[in-house]
């Protein structure tokens, strides 16, 4: 099953094409991290992918359907966003927040009740931050409000999780309690993901494939260790050295040691 599929994706903005031709497919219950420098259209591709951009030319199949013709609330019942930033209304409880993931299932007359249903509970629970459920965003830690914003995008239920940089502004410690509680999440509750990761050691260790991109094509795609090479540091980063692959307590890692 494939419940995400980019066939022949071209943007442009203003005289510049972002991505030019991309086809992706991205299977049911795997991980897929797109990889590249600043610009090579990462975060474009992962906006095309949740439906908040319409490409230029090509498009987005969700579930076999093209997205184009779909209603915004049927999207966000398929597909959760987990953006590099979210707002927030200062004094705004935990509970109160991750509420919001439930507008597209609830409706606007469904968010006028004050009561969690089951995918709140869930997703309060599943992240860790149930008990910090009456305690406002703001006096929050930075490792637990991306934890929140996590629950957020669970409250709605959808099969599908996209992350944008989802490690950004977080101390290491941080950043992978934040990647092992998506891996447990992906394996317990048999999501879909597909994350926008600066740190090609992460990516290596989570993901089940990767998918490099430079000047808006697919320069690379499949298991990390078939990838992530010293090839691809050099034709994608532009970076001169040798990737190590070692086996750590049966847990196989990466190492870049630059030249």
Do not use: C
């Not at 943007?11 to 610009?39: C, I, K, P």
């Not at 101390?171 to 992978?176: C, K, L």
């Not at 999440?185 to 879909?192: A, F, S």
């Amino acid at each position: 099953m494939t419940p995400l599929r980019a066939e022949g994706v071209r943007v442009r903005f203003g005289g510049r094409t972002v991505l030019d031709g991309v086809d992706l497919a991205v299977r049911a219950g795997e991980w897929v991290s797109l990889l590249g420098q600043n610009g090579s259209g990462k975060t474009t591709l992962l906006r095309v992918l949740a439906g908040l951009l319409r490409p230029a030319e090509g498009g987005v199949r969700l579930d076999g359907v093209p997205m184009a013709g779909l209603p915004r609330r049927r999207i966000a019942r398929r597909i959760a966003l987990l953006p590099q930033a979210t707002p927030y209304v200062q004094g705004l409880t935990v509970r109160q927040f991750v509420r919001q993931g439930r507008y597209a299932a609830r409706g606007p007359l469904g968010m006028l009740g004050d009561t969690d249903d089951a995918p709140v509970r869930d997703a309060l629970r599943d992240t860790g931050v149930a008990e910090w459920a009456d305690t406002p965003v703001e006096r929050l830690s930075g490792g637990q409000r991306q934890r929140v914003r996590l629950a957020l995008a669970l409250a709605q239920d959808a099969p599908v999780l996209l992350l944008d940089e989802p490690t950004t502004y977080l101390d290491i410690r941080h950043q992978f309690d934040v990647l092992d509680l998506v891996r447990a999440l992906q394996r317990d509750r048999g999501l879909t993901v597909v994350s926008v990761l600066h740190d090609l050691s992460q990516a290596a260790r989570y993901s089940d494939r990767v998918v490099a991109l430079r000047d808006g094509v697919v320069h690379a795609d499949g298991p990390p260790a078939d990838v992530v090479d010293a090839a691809l540091l050099r034709d994608v980063y532009g970076v001169a050295g040798q990737v190590l692959w070692i086996t750590t307590n049966g847990v196989l890692k990466m190492v870049v040691v630059p030249d």
